[in-house]
């Protein structure tokens, strides 16, 4: 597996963690927040604090529609 498919795989794998924390589908603007980082740094930061708000929906909700760290902000 090269570095592309194993950033596409985490980048689902968080997706799907949100997915099931929040009880819902993402939106675009939340799922471009995971898509948006491809080092591997700043997944596993992100997986790290997702699971850190695990409970905490509106908490989530808020965190995923940031510009935190992306390339735009």
Excluded: P
């Excluded at 985490?10 to 799907?16: A, F, K, L, P, T």
Aim: hydrophobic residues 40%; glycine residues 10%.
């Amino acid at each position: 597996m090269d570095n592309d498919q194993l950033v596409a795989k985490w980048q689902r794998s968080i997706i799907e963690l949100c997915v099931g924390a929040l009880g819902r589908s993402l939106t675009a603007q939340e799922a471009g927040f995971i898509n948006g980082h491809r080092g591997f740094l700043a997944l596993e930061a992100i997986e790290g604090h997702v699971r850190s708000l695990d409970g905490q929906r509106e908490a989530l909700t808020k965190y995923l529609s940031s510009d935190i760290g992306s390339a735009e902000a």
